[in-house]
């Protein structure tokens, strides 16, 4: 082993709270990245995984100083300096280093465990790290993602949402949650008020439109929303079919989108 790879992996045992370790685990399952949330009932943050395959949800509760690192990165919000996953990115790329993939690996006594494959020349690493780091660093990497059978039959059931987004989905397409301060922050923009769209379903009015997870709707119709279910309200009095103007905020920056409702 060269003087710098160890150098490196002593830096990565340092930055993580974790220790290398062997491979484990048998048939990891691919898995996405698809938003952070807030639990409302702890007002903790909440990473969301899905299997690429089944469609099954693996929610992850995670710091808030992770969770900032993973939203800012799933909308694209830049950072004026580089923050710790950053810095590890920028650490791996320097010295030749790839990360091949990340695994959450189990749950136990209500904490997930998470590996990072890293390659090295023709040596692979199995580090040890907690799920919040690992998915910050596989962001930002664009390397995959997987969680192991064991974790997906253990998980525990999704925070329900805020806001009646089962009536949304089949009105318009869209799930959303109500932004709060937090929240605004968690993404990047203190201060900002409206609804936040966190997912979008595929081939819905709303994706036909344009609207994007992330989306921050903050008027219907010109008339304004901060909840969830004044959306719903506002929806629920338009005779179909009708085109609904959407006055949103993406990334900060205000745009307009019109759905077309049948």
Excluded: C
Excluded at 14 to 34: H, R, W
Excluded at 55 to 71: F, R, Y
Excluded at 105 to 123: K, N, S
Excluded at 205 to 232: C, F, H, W, Y
């Amino acid at each position: 082993m060269k003087p710098y790879t160890f150098a490196v992996i002593l830096l990565l045992s340092a930055l993580f709270p974790a220790a290398l370790k062997g491979a484990s685990g048998n048939g990891p399952v691919e898995m996405q990245v698809k938003r952070v949330l807030l639990d409302p009932m702890s007002n903790a943050p909440v990473v969301i995984l899905e299997s690429v395959a089944e469609k099954k949800i693996l929610p992850i509760w995670i710091g808030p100083a992770e969770a900032t690192s993973i939203a800012q990165e799933l909308e694209q919000v830049g950072s004026p300096r580089p923050n710790t996953h950053d810095l590890i990115r920028n650490i791996l790329k320097s010295v030749g280093a790839t990360v091949v993939r990340i695994t959450i690996t189990d749950l136990r006594q209500g904490t997930y465990y998470a590996t990072i494959t890293l390659r090295m020349g023709t040596q692979d690493l199995q580090i040890d790290s907690r799920p919040s780091d690992a998915i910050a660093v596989a962001l930002r990497t664009k390397s995959a993602v997987f969680a192991t059978p064991e974790v997906l039959s253990k998980a525990q059931p999704l925070p329900a949402l805020s806001g009646p987004s089962e009536s949304l989905r089949e009105t318009i397409g869209i799930q959303l949650q109500d932004l709060t301060p937090e929240l605004a922050s968690l993404l990047g923009s203190p201060g900002t008020q409206g609804v936040l769209v966190a997912d979008v379903v595929l081939g819905s009015p709303a994706m036909a439109a344009g609207l994007s997870r992330g989306d921050v709707i903050v008027k219907v119709n010109d008339t304004a929303v901060q909840k969830s279910s004044q959306v719903e309200s506002a929806l629920k009095k338009i005779k179909k079919p009708a085109r609904v103007k959407l006055d949103i905020l993406r990334k900060t920056v205000p745009t307009s989108l019109v759905v077309d409702l049948h």
